[in-house]
């Protein structure tokens, strides 16, 4: 440590020597999150008097105080890139600060061609052997801005780690240089609560084995790592790292083993966390640290074969429409309040959708309150001023705690449904109503409704399940929902006239979505009426290919039950499944057994039914055979 600092004294100055370089009207940029300089600048708020008309530069600032705000307006004004803390929001919209949109990738060709920098503070570590400071964890856009400005001033510290990536500096090109040994700064997300756990989860299940991810800033894209304990082989191309990314790769989750660019490493451009996370990165060559005209180019970023993205937002419109930097205004007149920016957002969601596999996920609990009052993130549309940051082309899936909404490929009609159902429940019905007034929807579309109460119902996700056919097929078993129609449809119409007769007693042709037989099938209570659907197919492209039902006889307290398999998926053991799941079901909600009616046609079914487990009451008749049987009454 004493042989760099006396090889390079000529360059080590003392602080406020240091600042006193910084000269009025010049534009300064100021190194970012954890890796922030704070001794040089604390020591630039101490020589405010002599400095006029200062434009300071900054992407992403962690510190809950922001010393420049109460400086007078011809001191210092402060540009930000990305916002997360109050103090520089509220500085923001009471025109104390400005506020510049703009792609995380694109951020340092500005400076380089049309905001040239004149000083920039940045924080380092000490130089290694061949002479080459670090950027540590915050390479992002400081590393390409500090290059191009006309002089570097930095903290060097032995507390930042000395990442690996392109992520240095030669000491040649620091022209002066301060020496402090200090803590860096930290940054701790709180733990997920119930809301954000359910969202995780639902995002999980979208996550396959060997996909690269990038998990953005904010609490429910940060959740998700917390539910991909049991995946395997994930890569990660991503702008932030977090301390959940150190032990997934501790546990040997993140493997990086099925990456198709930068095989076998992480890549990254800064990482916000504990001392703990820092220390895990010192040296560390499974993590590379890049520059965001890098690691957050679409172009590279699609290089990554099954990437999915997954970040967060603050509201969504019906069109699918995602806004993730500005609060609507209070009162009408009002500019919207600018809350967050853009960051990696566009870069990650548009170059996962152009990976082969690829998917851009985004995730946000499905209310919030503003003046002590819950309302809805899902909105009809967008207020005028509302900041679009994606199009309604941009998103493959939004997810809430209440589910998962496929918008990819839908039409307007499909997608509105689908966002509705993933509302909270109480906004649902305003929703649909609202989105009739648009004429974007069928005019009498239904909702699952308590016919007692008028209360909406609640999709019961514990009823989900797997199943492996006795050839090794994957069959995803689950409630059905009211967006299923046009999968019912297709179900029904795939069935030979022999099917059709055995399951409706006639060959039917049509089958549309007003028909009884499949209205009755979607618009169900889960307590008198429950659908289970089979399906088939990788998330986003799957069909159903099996159905099972019962329907409640108040009088007797038994299901009349139904069920319908595509004659591909017989003789699997699918209608054996779902007749004991279904048992079980209807087990919890209280009916006393099953009854129904099959045709003599259908010996395969009446076998079933025979050899059940239960005692069968059988009668014959002209068609077929009427049985039933109590769950209580077991041979």
Same mark, same amino acid.
């Given at each position: 440590?004493?042989?760099?600092?006396?090889?390079?004294?000529?360059?080590?100055?003392?602080?406020?020597?240091?600042?006193?370089?910084?000269?009025?009207?010049?534009?300064?940029?100021?190194?970012?999150?954890?890796?922030?300089?704070?001794?040089?600048?604390?020591?630039?708020?101490?020589?405010?008097?002599?400095?006029?008309?200062?434009?300071?530069?900054?992407?992403?600032?962690?510190?809950?105080?922001?010393?420049?705000?109460?400086?007078?307006?011809?001191?210092?004004?402060?540009?930000?890139?990305?916002?997360?803390?109050?103090?520089?929001?509220?500085?923001?919209?009471?025109?104390?600060?400005?506020?510049?949109?703009?792609?995380?990738?694109?951020?340092?060709?500005?400076?380089?061609?049309?905001?040239?920098?004149?000083?920039?503070?940045?924080?380092?570590?000490?130089?290694?052997?061949?002479?080459?400071?670090?950027?540590?964890?915050?390479?992002?856009?400081?590393?390409?801005?500090?290059?191009?400005?006309?002089?570097?001033?930095?903290?060097?510290?032995?507390?930042?780690?000395?990442?690996?990536?392109?992520?240095?500096?030669?000491?040649?090109?620091?022209?002066?240089?301060?020496?402090?040994?200090?803590?860096?700064?930290?940054?701790?997300?709180?733990?997920?609560?119930?809301?954000?756990?359910?969202?995780?989860?639902?995002?999980?299940?979208?996550?396959?084995?060997?996909?690269?991810?990038?998990?953005?800033?904010?609490?429910?894209?940060?959740?998700?790592?917390?539910?991909?304990?049991?995946?395997?082989?994930?890569?990660?191309?991503?702008?932030?790292?977090?301390?959940?990314?150190?032990?997934?790769?501790?546990?040997?989750?993140?493997?990086?083993?099925?990456?198709?660019?930068?095989?076998?490493?992480?890549?990254?451009?800064?990482?916000?966390?504990?001392?703990?996370?820092?220390?895990?990165?010192?040296?560390?060559?499974?993590?590379?640290?890049?520059?965001?005209?890098?690691?957050?180019?679409?172009?590279?970023?699609?290089?990554?074969?099954?990437?999915?993205?997954?970040?967060?937002?603050?509201?969504?419109?019906?069109?699918?429409?995602?806004?993730?930097?500005?609060?609507?205004?209070?009162?009408?007149?009002?500019?919207?309040?600018?809350?967050?920016?853009?960051?990696?957002?566009?870069?990650?969601?548009?170059?996962?959708?152009?990976?082969?596999?690829?998917?851009?996920?985004?995730?946000?609990?499905?209310?919030?309150?503003?003046?002590?009052?819950?309302?809805?993130?899902?909105?009809?549309?967008?207020?005028?001023?509302?900041?679009?940051?994606?199009?309604?082309?941009?998103?493959?899936?939004?997810?809430?705690?209440?589910?998962?909404?496929?918008?990819?490929?839908?039409?307007?009609?499909?997608?509105?449904?689908?966002?509705?159902?993933?509302?909270?429940?109480?906004?649902?019905?305003?929703?649909?109503?609202?989105?009739?007034?648009?004429? =974007? %929807?069928?005019?009498?579309? /239904?909702?699952?409704? $308590?016919?007692?109460? !008028?209360? *909406?119902?609640?999709?019961?996700? @514990?009823?989900?399940?797997?199943?492996?056919?006795?050839?090794?097929?994957?069959?995803?078993?689950?409630?059905?929902?009211?967006?299923?129609?046009?999968?019912?449809?297709?179900?029904?119409?795939?069935?030979?006239?022999?099917?059709?007769?055995?399951?409706?007693?006639?060959?039917?042709?049509?089958?549309?979505?007003?028909?009884?037989?499949?209205?009755?099938?979607?618009?169900?209570?889960?307590?008198?009426?429950?659908?289970?659907?089979?399906?088939?197919?990788?998330?986003?492209?799957?069909?159903?290919?099996?159905?099972?039902?019962?329907?409640?006889?108040?009088?007797?307290?038994?299901?009349?039950?139904?069920?319908?398999?595509?004659?591909?998926?017989?003789?699997?053991?699918?209608?054996?499944?779902?007749?004991?799941? =279904? %048992?079980?079901?209807?087990? /919890?909600?209280?009916? $006393?057994?099953?009854? !129904?009616? *099959?045709?003599?046609?259908?010996? @395969?079914?009446?076998?079933?039914?025979?050899?059940?487990?239960?005692?069968?009451?059988?009668?014959?008749?002209?068609?077929?055979?009427?049985?039933?049987?109590?769950?209580?009454?077991?041979?």
């Amino acid at each position: 440590m004493i042989n760099w600092r006396k090889k390079f004294k000529d360059r080590e100055i003392g602080v406020k020597d240091a600042i006193s370089l910084v000269e009025p009207g010049q534009r300064i940029f100021i190194h970012s999150g954890c890796s922030e300089p704070q001794k040089l600048t604390t020591e630039l708020v101490r020589q405010h008097k002599r400095l006029q008309d200062i434009e300071i530069d900054h992407f992403l600032s962690i510190t809950r105080d922001l010393p420049l705000k109460d400086k007078p307006e011809d001191l210092f004004r402060y540009n930000t890139f990305f916002m997360t803390q109050d103090s520089i929001r509220e500085a923001v919209n009471e025109g104390q600060a400005d506020y510049t949109p703009m792609f995380l990738s694109e951020i340092p060709y500005i400076f380089r061609k049309r905001k040239k920098v004149d000083v920039a503070l940045v924080q380092l570590s000490p130089p290694d052997n061949n002479n080459l400071c670090s950027f540590g964890i915050n390479v992002d856009v400081a590393k390409p801005i500090a290059e191009s400005a006309d002089m570097i001033i930095a903290e060097i510290n032995p507390k930042i780690p000395h990442t690996v990536g392109n992520s240095f500096i030669p000491m040649k090109k620091i022209d002066h240089f301060i020496y402090n040994d200090t803590t860096m700064l930290e940054f701790r997300y709180s733990k997920p609560n119930k809301t954000y756990k359910k969202i995780a989860r639902n995002v999980a299940s979208l996550i396959r084995n060997g996909d690269t991810i990038q998990v953005g800033i904010g609490r429910a894209p940060h959740a998700v790592l917390f539910e991909l304990d049991d995946h395997k082989d994930l890569g990660v191309h991503t702008d932030s790292i977090f301390n959940k990314h150190m032990d997934l790769i501790e546990s040997g989750v993140i493997t990086c083993e099925r990456k198709t660019a930068n095989q076998n490493r992480i890549v990254a451009n800064f990482a916000l966390g504990t001392n703990q996370l820092f220390k895990f990165l010192d040296n560390n060559l499974f993590v590379e640290f890049h520059p965001a005209t890098y690691t957050n180019n679409p172009i590279n970023i699609a290089q990554n074969e099954n990437m999915t993205s997954i970040n967060g937002a603050l509201s969504v419109d019906l069109l699918g429409q995602i806004n993730a930097s500005s609060v609507p205004a209070q009162e009408e007149g009002q500019a919207p309040y600018i809350y967050q920016g853009i960051g990696g957002l566009v870069d990650f969601s548009r170059g996962a959708n152009y990976a082969k596999g690829g998917k851009s996920i985004i995730c946000l609990p499905s209310t919030t309150v503003r003046n002590s009052k819950r309302i809805s993130r899902i909105v009809p549309m967008f207020p005028p001023g509302t900041h679009v940051s994606l199009t309604m082309g941009d998103i493959h899936y939004v997810v809430t705690e209440f589910g998962i909404a496929q918008l990819h490929g839908k039409n307007l009609r499909e997608r509105i449904m689908a966002l509705i159902s993933i509302a909270h429940p109480d906004f649902r019905m305003w929703l649909l109503n609202e989105a009739k007034k648009f004429n =974007l %929807i069928y005019s009498d579309q /239904e909702l699952n409704v $308590d016919k007692e109460t !008028g209360d *909406i119902i609640v999709y019961p996700k @514990k009823f989900e399940r797997k199943f492996i056919t006795k050839d090794g097929k994957k069959i995803y078993f689950r409630p059905i929902r009211p967006t299923d129609v046009r999968l019912i449809q297709d179900l029904y119409y795939s069935l030979n006239d022999e099917s059709r007769t055995y399951r409706f007693f006639r060959p039917k042709k049509y089958f549309r979505r007003s028909d009884n037989e499949v209205k009755t099938n979607v618009y169900i209570d889960y307590e008198n009426v429950f659908v289970i659907a089979g399906l088939v197919g990788p998330i986003g492209d799957r069909k159903i290919i099996a159905l099972s039902s019962y329907e409640k006889d108040n009088k007797t307290n038994l299901g009349e039950i139904a069920f319908t398999v595509h004659k591909d998926w017989r003789d699997q053991g699918i209608t054996k499944y779902m007749l004991h799941y =279904l %048992i079980r079901i209807a087990m /919890e909600k209280g009916l $006393d057994g099953f009854q !129904g009616e *099959i045709m003599w046609e259908n010996q @395969k079914m009446v076998h079933l039914i025979k050899t059940s487990g239960y005692i069968i009451k059988g009668e014959n008749t002209v068609d077929g055979w009427i049985f039933s049987f109590r769950f209580d009454q077991r041979k």
